[in-house]
């Protein structure tokens, strides 16, 4: 039996890496069929924490704990996500992918949280932001994209980068519809820009927010509303992008004015456009492919960080995907055969 040994520093990082209950330790165990306990050092200097396992076994799970020893130094807990995230990499062979992930702090929010990358494709994609004028964020929900976007637009415009932040998405009614709304115009579009509102009001506070808005120094605004329009020294988001015409789409990015940035999110998995209705971000990904200073990033499930049974939800929702194409597949091809 092969036995690995990782030093930690302090009693408390011990605590959290192993979780509430030793829960981050047992996924670790029952991920690659070892032992791990905490054996504390007699001269009291660090924690010393044993694998026991066989060496193909205690290798990966030796590699997990020190990403975790990693993270716990700089989070004050590790949520059980995470833990599965870094099991998941590191027993696919990408464990080199993790480093420099959950480092970076994009922003503060306004009760004092701290804003990271969750996942490696979090990483690159606030990277593609930081280095692009231009980015497309495509990939199913869950993935942080809108979230992320307005974070980076809220740390470029308290860092005086950008004078202003436009928020926007197509108003189109997720499979239902709701009819006429009471109210003035803004009460009107209010249900569309939620998620929006949502964020901000995470990044900023409520209060903030909306003496910010008071300025024009935020705005959100339905996507008709940006025809006709050159915004300068702004960070625009439009988001729901799927939602989109190609017109509306072509329209959108032909807005962008000097010193400005902009990111576009949409999941084409979930297009509400009416049946036989070409998407503008699909067409957008193909067209601006290999442009410079345009970036596409395309995140997977493994990016997903709301609940776990979201990605599960996901990868059902594509194996069924996939077994309708194929089964649809192999209908056509047996009546080919028979019309022959």
Do not use: W
Not at 210 to 220: D, N, W
Request: aromatic content about 6%.
């Amino acid at each position: 039996m092969a036995q690995k040994t990782i030093n930690i520093p302090s009693s408390e990082i011990t605590l959290r890496i192993f979780g509430n209950f030793d829960r981050n330790v047992h996924r670790i165990e029952e991920a690659f069929g070892v032992r791990i306990y905490n054996r504390e050092d007699t001269a009291g200097d660090f924690d010393t924490v044993v694998i026991e396992g066989s060496e193909s076994e205690c290798v990966p799970a030796a590699a997990v704990l020190e990403q975790l020893k990693r993270l716990a130094q700089t989070n004050d807990s590790i949520p059980d996500q995470t833990v599965d995230y870094v099991i998941s990499m590191i027993a696919d062979g990408r464990g080199n992918e993790l480093d420099g992930y959950g480092d970076d702090c994009i922003c503060i929010t306004s009760k004092g949280r701290p804003i990271k990358a969750k996942t490696v494709g979090q990483k690159k994609y606030v990277e593609a932001i930081k280095k692009n004028t231009i980015v497309l964020g495509v990939g199913p929900a869950g993935t942080g994209k809108t979230f992320l976007a307005v974070a980076m637009a809220v740390k470029a415009l308290r860092a005086h980068e950008v004078s202003r932040i436009i928020l926007t998405r197509p108003a189109v009614e997720a499979g239902e519809r709701l009819g006429f709304l009471p109210g003035d115009l803004q009460s009107k579009i209010d249900p569309y820009l939620r998620p929006l509102y949502d964020a901000l009001y995470e990044m900023l506070g409520m209060e903030n927010c909306a003496r910010l808005m008071e300025k024009m120094t935020i705005e959100i605004a339905p996507l008709a509303y940006m025809r006709g329009r050159t915004l300068d020294d702004c960070f625009i988001i439009l988001d729901e992008a799927q939602n989109t015409t190609p017109e509306q789409m072509k329209m959108f990015l032909t807005r962008l004015g000097n010193g400005s940035k902009a990111v576009v999110t949409g999941d084409l998995t979930q297009t509400d456009l009416p049946f036989g209705t070409k998407s503008g971000l699909l067409e957008a990904v193909k067209i601006l492919k290999g442009i410079e200073d345009i970036a596409i990033h395309e995140f997977s499930d493994r990016d997903v960080v709301r609940h776990r049974l979201v990605q599960k939800i996901i990868l059902a929702y594509e194996k069924y995907g996939r077994e309708k194409a194929e089964k649809a597949a192999g209908a056509y091809k047996a009546r080919r055969r028979g019309e022959k």
